[in-house]
């Protein structure tokens, strides 16, 4: 039994639980922004520079071939396939990462100005000898 409480211990523990909550809402905020640059963001910046649909622009690097048949009906040669740089989907990826990073911040910005600054502690007074000791100053002065 051991074991299995020294797990419960560790999984229960508050910044495990914290981390995991955070996973689960990053992944569905991940999800809410890419939505919104796909969507939406996406679209217009395309219509602004000319009606371009970023999702399909690419560049091919290498065309491709058809498979090529013998009379027999054998493969002599294989197909090949294009390929392609997508760099319209990078471009998305790096506006949908942009917009998440600067969400981030502008949370974090909110949650440390939240916080309350706790004044500093007030000095202690003091201590019984302290005060003996002031005394004795005191009445040595006289």
């Known amino acids: 039994m051991g074991f299995i409480k020294e797990f ?7 910044n495990l639980v914290d981390f995991a909550i955070g996973v689960v809402v990053g992944g569905a905020f991940g999800k809410v922004t890419t939505s919104f640059v796909d969507g939406i963001v ?3 910046v395309g219509k602004l520079v000319g009606g371009a649909d970023f999702s399909e622009l690419k560049y091919k690097i290498q065309d491709g071939s058809k498979e090529v048949l013998d009379a027999a009906g054998n493969v002599t040669t294989k197909a090949v396939p294009e390929v392609y740089i997508k760099y319209g989907e990078f471009i998305t990826v790096c506006l949908n990462f942009l917009i998440i990073a600067f969400v981030m911040f ?3 910005k909110v949650m440390n100005n939240l916080k309350k600054e706790e004044p500093a502690p007030a000095p202690a007074g003091p201590t019984k ?3 003996l000791l002031g005394e004795i100053r005191d ?4």
Do not use: N, S, W
Request: positive net charge; charged residues 35%; without cysteine.
């Open 106 to 108: 502008l949370v974090i």
């Open 8 to 14: 419960k211990d560790f999984a229960m523990r508050g």
């Open 129 to 131: 000898d302290q005060e």
């Open 42 to 44: 996406m679209p217009v």
């Open 139 to 142: 009445l040595l002065k006289k």
